[in-house]
């Protein structure tokens, strides 16, 4: 009798976690092995499992996987299509453009978004479906790195925000941060902060 109730409780949290697992899935919001894991604990604890005898171990997460065939899969979002014809012949013109050229005196830089609120990009799917992400948290910092070919001149990173000011370093003289602090409504590079770099 005793085992037939743990079969029936261990049956309920395995539902009731599935069937949220589905919902938060339906609604593209990521979920990892670990989040599962501590939703699973939540319901034992909310079924009257206040010794803690279930555990949500990894070995009752990859049951489950498999129980309910659901896969870890990277999240895809927006792709951009790149070219590849004009990508090869780019490669095979630049070394003719920068042949004439001191090593020392070429440059690249580059810009990234930094999203600081970003969630996973991996998350539990059900079978092998494809995997679409929600709605991506738009708070970010533009940083820009350059240096020349040698890395012998490594200008001071440029840091782009929405905030002229920010409230963590509203204290503190700008001009002694490690970096170039931008500002402007969508924290990206434009031309007249380039231009002003």
């Known amino acids: 009798m005793k085992r037939k109730l743990k ?75 790149v070219d590849k014809i004009t990508t090869e012949n780019w490669q095979i013109r630049l070394p003719n453009i920068i042949q004439h050229y001191n090593p020392v005196n070429i440059y690249n830089c580059d810009e990234t978004g930094l999203f600081f609120k970003l969630i996973p990009d991996r998350s539990l799917v059900i079978d092998k479906n494809d995997c679409e992400g929600g709605k991506k948290s738009r708070d970010r910092y533009t940083v820009m790195l350059c240096t020349n070919w040698l890395g012998t001149d490594k200008l001071k990173p440029v840091v782009i925000g929405k905030a002229a000011r920010p409230r963590c370093v509203k204290d503190i003289d700008m001009a002694k941060l490690p970096v170039k602090w931008y500002s402007n409504r969508t924290a990206w590079m434009n031309s007249k902060i380039f231009t002003e770099w």
């Open 7 to 81: 079969d029936d409780f261990s049956q309920t949290i395995n539902d009731t976690v599935y069937e949220w697992f589905v919902t938060q899935r339906t609604k593209n919001i990521p979920i990892s092995g670990p989040v599962l894991q501590e939703y699973a604990r939540k319901v034992a604890e909310e079924l009257g499992d206040r010794s803690g005898n279930f555990k949500a171990s990894n070995g009752w997460l990859d049951r489950f996987r498999t129980r309910h065939n659901v896969h870890f899969r990277v999240i895809c979002g927006e792709a951009a299509a």
